[in-house]
């Protein structure tokens, strides 16, 4: 690669994905020409069209071809019916999360505007904090098994896998953001008195990390309490940081806090790797093709990318005219608009290029 150009691997995926992929790339292309930015896409088939028609989910080669010679990944979403047991999300959004040591799976919830939240008298200024899931254990390690499947007598067991190392740098990279971004608090949350090994570890990990950062205010909730928190009092968090599984339950929660998936963004990092750039939301297969995909997750998604990319400049750009479309209400009917996806596309488009 060149020095300046930036290589990016775009997958649409399935369903909608592929809808608001191509709204993404128009706003992103727009962008690069606007800010003069050296951007090379290169599109990949992976989805469950490919591999119903060859077998393949995602190549052996491609997780060193995107570390040789990509400096991001951007992706829509896997899922299909065809597909029942997610054989190929699993390989390709797991795999390329889980092999490429993608800890971070950060998932900023901030409110555009005041209408879309469906709590009563909260603004911009209650809903605006960000989540640290942690993104290559927990409940997602897929250990455990059945005996005597399909019996009457049938057991199964899904283990849950914390260790150390991993517990340890999504604190710390939580405690890192809020101190980059003079945030004040971070909250963990766990079950810790109930899940007393996995998430005891959390418990003592946390206070040994946040001991390094004295001038961060620190606080704890069991998830469940969080969750209701969460609802009463938004304006109470700035840094959450939790396991995998909770991440992505309470994300879903918080997508909802800022208008719903279709405004809900995330990047699933690792410092000084190749990253990935996800909207939160799935394939909503019988939605696909019919215009009515709301493209902002996507585009706030590209956000994240070019500011991760180092051009926040442009990513505030995007930002900007996301906040003022959804303002005018120039947006899918999901968040009270009446435009297609592509016509939120173009407006998006043309409003980064003014
Ligand atoms: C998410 C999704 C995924 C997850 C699924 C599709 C495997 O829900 O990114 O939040 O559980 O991580
Ligand atoms: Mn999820």
Request: aromatic share 8%; net charge negative.
């Amino acid at each position: 690669m060149s020095d300046n150009l930036q290589r990016i691997a775009v997958l649409p995926g399935d369903g909608v994905g592929r809808d608001v992929t191509t709204e993404a790339v128009k706003v992103l292309e727009a962008t690069a020409e606007r800010f003069d930015l050296q951007l090379e896409l290169v599109e990949k088939p992976w989805s469950a069209d490919h591999y119903l028609e060859t077998g393949e989910t995602l190549p052996v080669d491609a997780l060193d071809d995107f570390r040789d010679n990509y400096a991001a990944i951007f992706i829509g979403a896997f899922g299909d019916p065809r597909v029942p047991d997610m054989k190929h999300a699993a390989d390709i959004l797991l795999g390329i999360r889980f092999g490429l040591d993608l800890f971070i799976n950060f998932r900023p919830i901030k409110l555009y505007d005041e209408r879309l939240c469906p709590l009563k008298g909260k603004g911009p200024e209650e809903v605006d904090f960000v989540c640290f899931r942690e993104n290559t254990e927990g409940a997602y390690v897929g250990v455990g098994g059945n005996f005597k499947k399909g019996t009457p007598d049938e057991v199964a067991v899904q283990e849950e896998m914390h260790t150390r190392k991993g517990v340890e740098r999504i604190l710390r990279a939580a405690f890192d953001w809020a101190v980059a971004h003079r945030r004040s608090k971070v909250t963990m949350s766990d079950k810790s008195n109930v899940m007393r090994y996995g998430h005891d570890l959390w418990v003592r990990a946390f206070a040994e990390v946040a001991d390094d950062y004295p001038d961060i205010e620190t606080d704890h909730f069991y998830v469940d309490a969080l969750a209701m928190q969460l609802v009463r009092a938004p304006e109470h968090f700035d840094v959450i940081v939790t396991n995998n599984m909770f991440g992505d339950i309470l994300t879903d929660l918080g997508a909802a806090l800022q208008g719903g998936l279709g405004l809900a963004a995330s990047a699933n990092l690792r410092p000084g790797g190749v990253s990935m750039f996800e909207p939160v939301h799935g394939s909503a297969p019988k939605y696909a093709g019919t215009g009515q995909a709301n493209p902002v997750a996507a585009v706030v998604t590209v956000a994240l990318m070019l500011d991760h990319l180092g051009h926040s400049v442009a990513a505030r750009a995007v930002e900007t005219a996301v906040a003022e479309s959804l303002r005018e209400q120039k947006c899918t009917p999901d968040v009270g608009g009446s435009l297609t996806t592509s016509q939120v596309g173009d407006l998006l488009a043309r409003a980064v290029s003014a």
